[in-house]
């Protein structure tokens, strides 16, 4: 069942957005080399607590922490460790919160000093494919719209969507129906409708689309070793058009 939510029930959600967009682009400005995963949970952690904010991952389905830092190879649901970055890695950085009994969930991946150009092309496209589909989500459209639109960017700049790994509907709860994949059929899917809040999250490998899980029993990771980049927001579709709420 897809749960629509009134324009009361966006504004809770824009809030608890705003969070997130808010300690993702301070936890952002903190990356640099000598810089732990660890480093960045425990400053995410300290923001949540002054914001009043509850961490959406903490305690979900047994996950340690309220962000997940993702190293290169690592597609997403890296768990923070002493790892230190090193200067030409890339991180994705991924929080959810919940403000109010509303859930937000968004992710960016961000370079580690400088990168090559190969790395700096596969955020761009990354975060591109997450705008282009953005715009899908409008009254009318489909899911299949929105998954067509990243994977047709992603592939047509010569990187590969996730298939294991799905964006989703969210509100009351951080997973709702529907499932949006990373690839699929313009004009297919369930219809978007008013009042619909969507996740969308494009997670794109440099070479294959293969992923592998980590011992850890969460990391997920590009079988080929190939980096990942991985871009979400969450946009609500009303009758004026797509409505970003991890957006400040
Ligand atoms: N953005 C991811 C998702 O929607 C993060 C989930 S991490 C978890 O699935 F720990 F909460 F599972
Ligand atoms: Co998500």
Known sequence: MIVCKSPAEIEKMRRSGHATRQILEEAKRLVRPGVS??????????????????????????????????VNDEIVHGIPSHRRLKEGDIISLDLGVVIDGYYSDAAMTVPVGEISDSLKRLLRVTEESVELAVQQARVGKRVGDISAAIQQHAEKNGFAVVRDLCGHGIGRQLHEEPQVPNFGRAGYGPALKEGMVVAIEAMVNAGGYAMKVADDHWTALTTDGSCSAHFEQVVAITRNGPDRLTQL
């Open 37 to 70: 995963t660890l480093d960045l949970e425990r400053y995410v952690e300290r923001r949540l607590r002054e914001m009043g904010a509850q961490p959406a991952f903490k305690g979900y389905r047994g996950y340690p922490c309220c962000m997940c830092t993702s």
